[in-house]
C-alpha cells in the first residue's frame, strides 16, 4: 500500500495491524471472511438464478414471458438504490448492526418469495430482497477491508471474489436444475437456511472495530444526518437507468413511452445530482473518489468486468437452450467448468496479488478475457458442450487476474472513513456495469439478427443456382421420407429454419466481439494505475 494508505488505513500508528481496529478483534480473520462470503455467495447468486427460471414462474402464475422478466429487473433496481445508501447507514447506526438486519431481511424476504401466491406479492418480496441484498455486499467487502492488513487483503479478496464471481456461474445452474427437477419456489427457499445459519455466524464472530464505533458517536454527537436529498436523486438515477437499460431492448427502446419518461427522469436526475453531491459536506455517495486517476480507473474496470461477468452468464445458457437443445441445467453445466476453475484461480491470484503489481495482472486477466470472448466467435451449428465449456475455463481464468487486483487496488489511499464508500462505489460499477453489458449484448443481438437475415435472404430467390440446388435436394429428401404431397412446402420451411438457424449463429458472434471489445477496453485503463508500493 502507499504511505497515504498505511497511514489511513487500519493499522497502528507504528504501522502495524492493530487487532483492536479489526472487525475480526481476537479472532481468526480467515474465519471471519468465510463467513461474510457465504452471505455473499447467497445475495450475488440470487442476481442469476432466477433467469432459467422465468419461463416456470411464467407458465405457474399464469402471466407473459415480458411480465415474469420483472422478477429480475425489480431485484435489480432495488439492489443499486440500496448500495448508494448503505455506507452512511452502516457508519450512523453500526455496521453490524446494518449487516445482520440486511441478512435477516434477505433471508425471510428469499423464504417470501418461494411462497408467493401471484406475480404482484412475488415483485413485493423481490423488491424487499433486492433492498436487502444491496447492503450485505459492500458491507460484506468493508469488514473484509477492516479484519485484514494490507498486505493480506489480495488474500482475502480472493475468498470474496469467489463469492462474487462464481455465484453468477452457478446460478443458472443451480437454478435450471432446481426448476427442472423441483420447482423454481426452490430457486428462493433454498437461502433459508443459509441465511439463518449466516446470520447465527456474524452475530457470533464479527465485531464492530473501535474506529467505527467512534465514528458513529461523532456522527452522532455532531448532529450529521444523511443527505436525503441526495440519496433520492443517486437513488432515482441508478434505478431509472436499471429500468431503461433493463427493459428498453423489451420494449422497443425511444418507441415507448414508458422508455422515455424513464430515460428523462435518469438524465434529469443525473444532471441534479452531480452539483448536489459535489457541494455537499457529507455526500451520500462521493463522487470526488470517482474522478481520481486510480479509484476512477478501478471503477471503469469494475464496470467492464461486470459486464463481461453478468452479459456471458445470461446469453450462453439462452444460447444453449435455443439452438442447441440443451436443458437448463445442461446449459447450466455447461458453465461450471468455468466455475471450478475460477475458484482455484481466486486462491492462486490471492497470492500473486502480494507479489505483483495490480496493475500488470489486471492488464493480463483482461486479455485473457478478450481473447475467450474471440475464441467465441468460432461459434458454429456443430459445436459442442465441451467447446463451451472451455470458453468459460478461459474467462475462469481471466476474471479473477481482474477482480481480486481491482478490489485491492481500488483501496490503496482511501482512508479508513471511506472504506463503506468505496465498497458501495466498486459494487454499483459492478452492477451497473452487469446491466450495461446486457443492454449491449440485447441490442447487438437484435439489430445484427435484422442485418444478417436480410443479407442472407437476399440470396433466397428463384434466380440463385445454389438456392435451386438446395430447393430441389431438400424437395427429394422428403419425398422419399413422408411422400410427394406437401414436399416442396417442407423443403421451403426447411431452407426458411436454417437461414434464422443461420442468422442466430452469426448475431451471437458479433455479441461476443462486442464483449471482446468491452474486454478489450480494461486492458489501457489498468496500465494507467500507480504502482502500489508494498
Known amino acids: 500500500m502507499s504511505a497515504a494508505a498505511e497511514g489511513a488505513g487500519p493499522e497502528g500508528g507504528a504501522g502495524g495491524f492493530d487487532a483492536s481496529q479489526s472487525a475480526a478483534g481476537g479472532r481468526n480473520p480467515w474465519l471471519i471472511a468465510v463467513v461474510v462470503s457465504i452471505a455473499t455467495f447467497m445475495e450475488v447468486l440470487d442476481t442469476t438464478i432466477a433467469n432459467v427460471a422465468l419461463r416456470y414462474i411464467s407458465g405457474t402464475l399464469a402471466v407473459s414471458a415480458d411480465e415474469a422478466s420483472w422478477v429480475v429487473t425489480s431485484y435489480l433496481v432495488a439492489n443499486a438504490i440500496v448500495l448508494t445508501a448503505s455506507s452512511f447507514i452502516a457508519k450512523r447506526y453500526g455496521r453490524k448492526r446494518f449487516y445482520l438486519a440486511c441478512l435477516g431481511l434477505f433471508t425471510v424476504s428469499s423464504l417470501a418469495c418461494g411462497f408467493a401466491w401471484n406475480l404482484e406479492s412475488l415483485l413485493l418480496f423481490r423488491v424487499l430482497q433486492g433492498f436487502a441484498g444491496g447492503g450485505m455486499v459492500p458491507i460484506s467487502q468493508s469488514i473484509l477491508a477492516d479484519s485484514f492488513p494490507p498486505a493480506k487483503r489480495g488474500q482475502a479478496f480472493a475468498i470474496f471474489g469467489i463469492a462474487v464471481v462464481v455465484a453468477p456461474v452457478v446460478g443458472p445452474t443451480l437454478g435450471g436444475w432446481l426448476s427442472d427437477n423441483l420447482s423454481w419456489h426452490w430457486c428462493f427457499l433454498i437461502n433459508g437456511p443459509v441465511g439463518v445459519m449466516a446470520f447465527a455466524l456474524v452475530s457470533f464472530l464479527v465485531q464492530e472495530p473501535k474506529s467505527a464505533i467512534e465514528e458513529r458517536r461523532r456522527l452522532k454527537r455532531q448532529g450529521i444526518r444523511m443527505d436525503v436529498v441526495g440519496f433520492l436523486l443517486v437513488a432515482t438515477f441508478l434505478g431509472s437507468l436499471e429500468v431503461v437499460l433493463d427493459r428498453g431492448q423489451t420494449d422497443d427502446w425511444f418507441a415507448s413511452g414508458f422508455i422515455i419518461a424513464f430515460a428523462i427522469i435518469c438524465v434529469a436526475s443525473f444532471c441534479l445530482m452531480i452539483p448536489w453531491e459535489m457541494t455537499r459536506a457529507n455526500p451520500i455517495l462521493d463522487l470526488r473518489m470517482v474522478a481520481t486517476r486510480q479509484f476512477g480507473s478501478c471503477f471503469l474496470v469494475m464496470m467492464a468486468t461486470g459486464a463481461i461477468l453478468i452479459a456471458t452468464t445470461q446469453f450462453l445458457p439462452e444460447l444453449l437452450q435455443q439452438y442447441y437443445g440443451f436443458t437448463a441445467t445442461w446449459a447450466g453445466l455447461a458453465l461450471s467448468p468455468g466455475g471450478m476453475v475460477t475458484m482455484v484461480m481466486m486462491l492462486v491470484v490471492g497470492r500473486l496479488a502480494g507479489r505483483i ?178
Open 357 to 534: 503489481q495490480p496493475k500488470y495482472l489486471i492488464a493480463t486477466g483482461a486479455t485473457i478475457v478478450a481473447l475467450a470472448m474471440w475464441d467465441l466467435t468460432r461459434l458454429n451449428p456443430d459445436s459442442t458442450f465441451w467447446f463451451f465449456a472451455w470458453s468459460r475455463i478461459y474467462i475462469g481464468i481471466g476474471l479473477p487476474l481482474i477482480f481480486i487486483p481491482i478490489t485491492t487496488a481500488s483501496y490503496d489511499g482511501i482512508p479508513r472513513d471511506k472504506t463503506d464508500q468505496a465498497s458501495a462505489l466498486i459494487n454499483v460499477a459492478r452492477n451497473v456495469g452487469g446491466s450495461i453489458g446486457v443492454s449491449i449484448a440485447q441490442n447487438v443481438l437484435a439489430f445484427r439478427e435484422q442485418f444478417h437475415h436480410s443479407r442472407l435472404a437476399e440470396h433466397i430467390v428463384p434466380s440463385n443456382p445454389a438456392y435451386q440446388r438446395t430447393m430441389e435436394q431438400a424437395t427429394n429428401y422428403f419425398s422419399m421420407a413422408g411422400g410427394e404431397a406437401g414436399a416442396r412446402e417442407r423443403a421451403m420451411a426447411f431452407i426458411g429454419q436454417q437461414v434464422q438457424m443461420q442468422t442466430a449463429y452469426w448475431s451471437y458472434i458479433d455479441v461476443f466481439f462486442a464483449l471482446m471489445l468491452i474486454s478489450a477496453s480494461a486492458v489501457p485503463l489498468a496500465l494507467i494505475l500507480r504502482t502500489v508500493k508494498r
